[in-house]
């Protein structure tokens, strides 16, 4: 009887949620998969990944890397020296652990990981979570097996034959909510018949959004909403003492349940990350998109922008929202139909399961290895 072969598989990347939590979901889908798979995540020290991966159950060894300064060139000495170092430790891990297959969600440690994985033979998969591409899964995309990607038109920047499209893989905590948005409401402490506004920045908070909303809750109380607002936890103070005499909002640094928040929200505000996205499409939900202009290839404005030219979303670009943000908020509320057509419009854009696809990929390229 031909025994099992047991995979081992390392997955690298990080810096920011928007890599994180695909990366834990591909990890968590390979685990259902076959739970006696071994995956091994290689991030940045210092990095948000070196405690979001742990916190998920997977070991994780940390790279000394981190990005370019853009802005001064001189310090970017330092920054080869840690690639440098980087590079030669990401041999020993994979003298170490001996990866079937790497696997690269974007960030600073995917570079140096992939890059030796490749020179290596080590087939390798990446995930690609934007509509414009990152610089690192660029510089991978030649040598790689198959690129996993969310949008159309991608071949911009990738072989055409290596493009895969699966979607962004989401937490499923958000999507398994049991709730109608009237209960959703209730439990979160709203009023069941008045429009809900969610705004979210990120576990740091969006400072233009924060001042944006914090100058206008009593204009967007008057229209009849309530406001859900996560502030971050720099903005915290501040804008809980905005929000403490307005009736009908409630300000927090985070949200411990999205899915709770998603469906209880008739509008979102949010950034523009490939992450929130993809769950406002799988949700269906009418959102004003303020990508961040202080992001890579400036591409949360992007995303919006894929998201606006179709009518699944509105974008109100940073530079704009003090002025703008609220009379859009207030706009949207006032038309329900409009609403639900750009609730249409972004589901048309969910593509389920993308973990899953993504896992369906991992072993069809291992498959071939194997023959």
Not at 81 to 105: E, T
Not at 246 to 252: D, G, L, W
């Amino acid at each position: 009887m031909k025994t099992k072969r047991k995979y081992r598989i390392l997955i690298s990347g990080g810096g920011t949620g928007g890599h994180i939590f695909p990366a834990v979901a591909i990890a968590n889908a390979l685990k259902r998969r076959d739970a006696d798979t071994e995956i091994l995540f290689v991030g940045a020290e210092n990095r948000m990944e070196m405690e979001r991966v742990p916190a998920a159950g997977y070991k994780i060894i940390g790279l000394p890397v981190c990005g370019f300064d853009r802005k001064r060139l001189w310090r970017n000495f330092k920054v080869l020296w840690k690639l440098f170092k980087s590079m030669r430790l990401a041999r020993k891990i994979l003298c170490d652990f001996k990866p079937d297959m790497a696997v690269g969600v974007g960030g600073y440690a995917s570079g140096p990981m992939l890059k030796a994985a490749q020179k290596n033979g080590i087939p390798t998969l990446l995930q690609e979570q934007n509509s414009y591409a990152g610089v690192t899964n660029k510089l991978l995309a030649q040598k790689a097996s198959a690129i996993c990607v969310a949008y159309d038109n991608m071949g911009r920047f990738f072989p055409e034959k290596s493009i895969v499209k699966t979607g962004n893989p989401v937490r499923q905590a958000v999507l398994e909510v049991s709730q109608t948005q009237a209960e959703a409401k209730e439990l979160l402490g709203f009023d069941s018949k008045r429009p809900l506004v969610l705004v979210v920045g990120g576990s740091l908070g969006a400072r233009t959004i924060n001042e944006s909303i914090g100058a206008s809750l009593e204009k967007l109380t008057a229209a009849g909403a309530s406001v859900m607002w996560q502030t971050g936890k720099l903005y915290a103070e501040e804008c809980s003492a905005k929000a403490k005499d307005v009736p009908h909002v409630k300000a927090m640094p985070f949200i411990t349940d999205m899915g709770l928040a998603y469906r209880a929200a008739d509008v979102v505000v949010s950034r523009a990350g490939a992450s929130t996205i993809s769950e406002l499409q799988l949700l269906g939900k009418p959102s004003i998109l303020v990508p961040s202009p202080n992001v890579a290839e400036d591409h949360q404005r992007k995303n919006a922008q894929a998201l606006a030219d179709v009518g699944a979303s509105v974008m109100v670009l940073d530079a704009d929202a003090q002025a703008h943000l609220a009379d859009e908020v207030v706009a949207m509320l006032a038309d329900e139909s409009r609403r639900q057509l750009i609730a249409e419009n972004v589901l048309k854009m969910a593509l389920p399961q993308a973990d899953e696809k993504i896992v369906d990929t991992i072993y069809s390229i291992l498959s071939k290895e194997s023959k």
